[in-house]
């Protein structure tokens, strides 16, 4: 059966899934929600589907799955595919996790609060708050000379083989120019410019990047 992914054409997190989906050549529907309409608040799908009420949501065949990179994980390990680095190897698994954890807790949350003030503010007629931008901006800009000093050493953030660490930072990274930042494209960190251009390339991006 093909798999149901729950979420928005525009959405970062759901864009996330579908890149995997194409990445591991996986049939998939995007069942598509507003958030004008507020469809994942709605109680139905709350119940069934995503008590944080947020997309976006697997349905794989009745099992149910929320958190974009939690269905990362899934989809990878069915898919068998060495983006997802073997828990055998332990070491280079450990490295993977770090990757990871990194991109959640040192870029993600700052990422996607970034595009909150710069972007979706404007949409609900709310007013940016200049002081917390140049906060997220100020502390994403240190973590990304950091990354400049880890992918000077090696080809991607887990070693030298690509993961899904990399690729997770594609949905939100494309929104810093649309937010003024342009630490990703501007070549002032070769390393990182490198290892950006190379991501943005991949064609499970580029088929998901305008539309999940
Ligand atoms: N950590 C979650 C974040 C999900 C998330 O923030 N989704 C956004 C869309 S990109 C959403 O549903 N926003 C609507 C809302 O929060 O009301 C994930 O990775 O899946």
Redesign the pocket.
Known sequence: MVLKIH??PT????K?VTMLCKEFALDYELVELS?WT?D??KPEFVEKYSP?????VLDDDGFVL????A?AFYLAAKARSPLLPSEDDVKRRARYEQAVQTEVCHVDHLA?SLAWEKIWKAYTGLTTDEERVKEYARTLEETFDAYDKILSKQKYLAGDELTLADLFHLPHGNLFPQCGYTWLEDGKRPNLYRWWKELNARPSWQAVKDHA
Do not use: H, M
């Open positions: 979420g928005a959405s970062p997190n759901t996330r958030f507020e994942q608040k944080l009420a947020q997309v976006p929320y958190e974009s990179r269905i996607y």
